[in-house]
């Protein structure tokens, strides 16, 4: 029998006919990687247009979950470089957000770079094989302290040439606040559904409130952290506006389950400052929010 990780196959990928290797010098990459995901979109300068999108996910195959983890980064890598191969290209310049697990937020006032590994190890468990990082998230004056795994970071920076990789929850936070910047005078909660993750932002009066990345199984399980979370900050069910972005659709019983117990929701919308090529037609406005305004955040 082949091994379930030698069939990788792109779960989207779709280029514009007018995309020209001869001009790659006005296209931009962003990428969204983690140790068994991968997402690509390619921005024209020129034209302001999003003219690419790709995702590559390691197949969950009954039986083959074994296989599936102990896939080597490395090995995944090459893998999603054979199955969406335009990714190899040179670009005007590239992005990388970090899909990881782990990550936390300080106060900027509290921050100190020397002591950050300890701040991070406080809050999540971290071992020698990773290493430390953080972002500045300037409009709230808060740290985003986070961990790559030192192996994933230098392959990462070998084969797209980028050094510094920001955590995709900040790419998260500084783009929900750049798109709804004018609608935070109230409670606004922010749900982006990832495969086996989800990442849980609150913002009011301009302010952070709370931010943080659950995993789930079933669909009761994001209701419940949800829940529990808004109780936490005393913001009622009744009073939350939610946002959903990523991985969720209309008549599912993940949103059916929301809109029952949260019934002022609503999808995300497309960073309006792009245009978007007609390859984007079929791809629902609120998938891929954070990779789609990667290259706009100052991270």
């Known amino acids: 029998m082949t091994p379930a990780n030698d069939h990788i196959l792109p779960a989207i990928n779709r280029i514009d006919a007018l995309f020209r ?12 990687i983690g140790e068994k995901s991968f997402a690509y979109c ?27 983890i102990k896939l080597p980064f490395e090995s995944f890598i090459a893998k999603a470089l054979a199955a969406l191969p335009v990714v190899k290209n040179k670009f005007k310049a590239s992005k990388v957000a970090w899909e990881g697990p782990k990550f936390t ?22 071992d020698s094989r990773e290493k ?17 795994p030192q192996r994933e970071k230098e392959i990462i920076t070998r084969v797209f040439g980028v050094d510094h990789i920001p955590h995709l929850s900040s790419v998260l936070i500084e783009s929900i606040y750049q798109n709804y910047r004018s609608e935070l005078v109230r409670p606004r909660v922010f749900l982006h559904i990832r495969e086996t993750h989800f990442d849980l932002v609150v913002m009011d009066q301009f302010k952070l409130y709370f931010a943080n990345s659950f995993e789930y ?7 419940y952290f949800t829940i529990f ?7 009622s069910q009744e009073q939350a506006e939610v946002l959903l972005m ?15 117990y949260l019934r002022r929701v609503e999808f995300a919308r497309r960073n309006p400052a792009y245009e978007y090529s007609f390859v ?20």
């Open 21 to 32: 290797e001869s001009d790659l010098g006005n296209y931009y990459l962003s990428l969204q």
């Open 246 to 260: 990523g991985k969720i659709t209309r008549n599912t019983p993940l949103y059916n389950l929301i809109f029952k």
């Open 105 to 126: 937020l300080v106060p900027e006032l509290l921050f100190d770079e020397k002591e950050q590994q300890k701040l991070l190890a406080f809050n999540v468990p971290i």
């Open 229 to 235: 979370s808004l109780e936490q900050l005393g913001f």
């Open 42 to 68: 390619i921005l024209d300068s020129i034209t302001n247009k999003y003219i690419g999108v790709g995702e590559l996910r390691l197949p969950a195959i009954k039986g083959q979950a074994e296989a599936e």
């Open 217 to 223: 199984h079933r669909p009761e399980d994001l209701l």
């Open 132 to 148: 430390v990082f953080h972002d500045l998230l300037s409009d709230f004056h808060i740290v985003n302290i986070y961990s790559v």
């Open 280 to 299: 984007f037609n079929e791809i629902p406005h609120h998938a891929y929010f954070p990779l789609l305004n990667l290259n706009q955040c100052g991270l």
